[in-house]
């Protein structure tokens, strides 16, 4: 292997690394299986089996999806809103949110 070819890959490991021993790494893998989850129990209970894509978590956040997906975008810091908060002590959500809209 070249230095350059062992470059990319060590700097790839490390993104791996970052991505399964990180508390950011871990709550976007499971945000993600959780958002798999509910997204494969939507669709195996429609009766008809077409379904239209994105398939956007439930407003009442029975499924903890919606939650998670907010928690998920404050925590990586893509929102300003991330600069002012120092702990989240409590989180909710409203029609209004800029996650989606149906």
Do not use: W
């Amino acid at each position: 292997m070249g230095d350059e070819d062992f470059s990319t890959f060590l700097h790839e490991y490390i993104h791996f690394i970052q991505d399964t021993t990180t508390y950011y790494g871990l709550n976007n893998i499971n945000y993600n299986v959780e958002y798999l989850r509910f997204a494969n129990n939507s669709i195996v209970e429609e009766k008809n089996k077409l379904f239209k894509t994105p398939l956007y978590p439930k407003l009442d956040n029975s499924d903890k999806v919606l939650l998670n997906g907010h928690i998920c975008k404050l925590t990586f810091g893509d929102t300003d809103a991330i600069e002012n908060v120092a702990s989240i002590k409590s989180y909710s959500i409203s029609k209004n949110s800029d996650t989606h809209s149906e």
